[in-house]
T-cell receptor, first 113, second 115 residues
Framework: EPEVTQTPSHQVTQMGQEVILRCVPI?????FYWYRQILGQKVEFLVS????????KSEIFDDQFSVERPDGSNFTLKIRSTKLEDSAMYFC???????????FGSGTQLSVL | AQSVSQHNHHVILSEAASLELGCNYS??????LFWYVQYPGQHLQLLLK??????LVKGIKGFEAEFIKSKFSFNLRKPSVQWSDTAEYFC?????????????FGTGTKLQVIP
């Protein structure tokens, strides 16, 4: 089965630093998402992206967050100035058509110290 | 806004026991319903989904779920669990339409199957 690839698997950063989490969605997919899961809590929607723009974002996705699909294959999540509470597992997901299942990546564990 | 409640946070079963994990959702309109599984160290995978039609949905690995609209429930079942079913299970819901799937997840149920 095709896979969504995320790198790195684990990222450690200092509070206030910028981080970029990278995702390579499945090649013919059109809809892209970021979710996160803080340890012990539920998986939360962050943002959806379609046709080179944000479709919807949650209240978590504030001005410190941005997404980009710079080259038609990568889909990145940038956090400009990380906070301790940004420590979480970040999942990228994608799908091709409406009502098709989401394919999730294996996640990037972000640790903010 | 949608919300999802999973009543059991941690379930421990012996192999061959039957499983039922509860899920209730809150949303006023038509919904799509999902169960995802996350095995230790792995990514989220779709077990099964309900969009419309037969409310009894069969998924992978012998799992099934029943949508009961009057109870706003979508419970996951398996007649006989195996040690390899040890994982965390997430119920999820989204409102159809819009061409994208903003999925609201429940808090998850950790299932531990003892050999």
């Amino acid at each position: 089965e095709p896979e969504v690839t995320q790198t790195p698997s684990h990222q450690v950063t200092q509070m206030g630093q910028e981080v970029i989490l990278r995702c390579v969605p499945i090649s013919n997919h059109l809809y892209f998402y970021w979710y996160r899961q803080i340890l012990g809590q539920k998986v939360e929607f962050l943002v959806s992206f379609y046709n080179n723009e944000i479709s919807e974002k949650s209240e978590i996705f504030d001005d410190q967050f941005s997404v980009e699909r710079p080259d038609g294959s990568n889909f990145t999540l940038k956090i400009r100035s990380t906070k301790l509470e940004d420590s979480a597992m970040y999942f990228c997901a994608s799908h091709r058509d409406t009502n098709e299942k989401l394919f999730f990546g294996s996640g990037t564990q972000l640790s903010v110290l | 806004a949608q919300s999802v409640s999973q009543h059991n946070h941690h379930v421990i079963l012996s192999e061959a026991a039957s499983l039922e994990l509860g899920c209730n959702y809150s949303y006023g309109g038509t919904v799509n319903l999902f169960w995802y599984v996350q095995y230790p160290g792995q990514h989220l995978q779709l077990l099964l989904k309900y969009f419309s039609g037969d409310p009894l949905v069969k998924g992978i690995k012998g799992f099934e779920a029943e949508f009961i609209k009057s109870k706003f429930s979508f419970n996951l079942r398996k007649p006989s669990v195996q040690w390899s079913d040890t994982a965390e299970y997430f119920c999820a819901v989204n409102a159809p339409g819009g061409g994208y799937q903003k999925v609201t997840f429940g808090t998850g149920t950790k299932l531990q199957v003892i050999p």
